[in-house]
Nanobody, 113 residues
């Protein structure tokens, strides 16, 4: 059974940076398109970034383009989301998703103004 565990969330001031990590167990991460999604308080879940199995192709939501970078290390079964120039509107629970099927439990990011 594939399981995903996110880490790296926390409280940061606006303009700061955080690095989220997601480790996949029970499977091979290179088999999956990996995605980060987020859900802000009182809002619907939304797409943040995605990366192909080989890591050669990535795509970002317009709201995070130029500030966030998704990457993966297939040898370590890990995908990361480097977040910079954080804004209060980035406050959300961030989820790692494998193949659109498997979801982690989420890690909370709070950006203070």
């Amino acid at each position: 059974q594939v399981q995903l565990v996110e880490s790296g969330g926390g409280l940061v001031q606006a303009g700061g940076s955080l690095r989220l990590s997601c480790v996949l167990s029970g499977g091979t991460i290179s088999d999956y398109l990996m995605t980060w999604s987020r859900q802000a308080p009182g809002k619907e879940r939304e797409f943040v970034a995605t990366i192909s199995g080989s890591g050669t192709t990535s795509r970002y939501a317009d709201s995070v383009k130029g500030r966030f970078t998704i990457s993966r290390d297939n040898a370590r079964n890990t995908v990361t989301l480097q977040m910079s120039s954080l804004k209060p509107e980035d406050t959300a629970v961030y989820y790692c998703v494998a193949g659109g099927i498997y979801w982690g439990q989420g890690t909370r990011v709070t950006v203070s103004s």
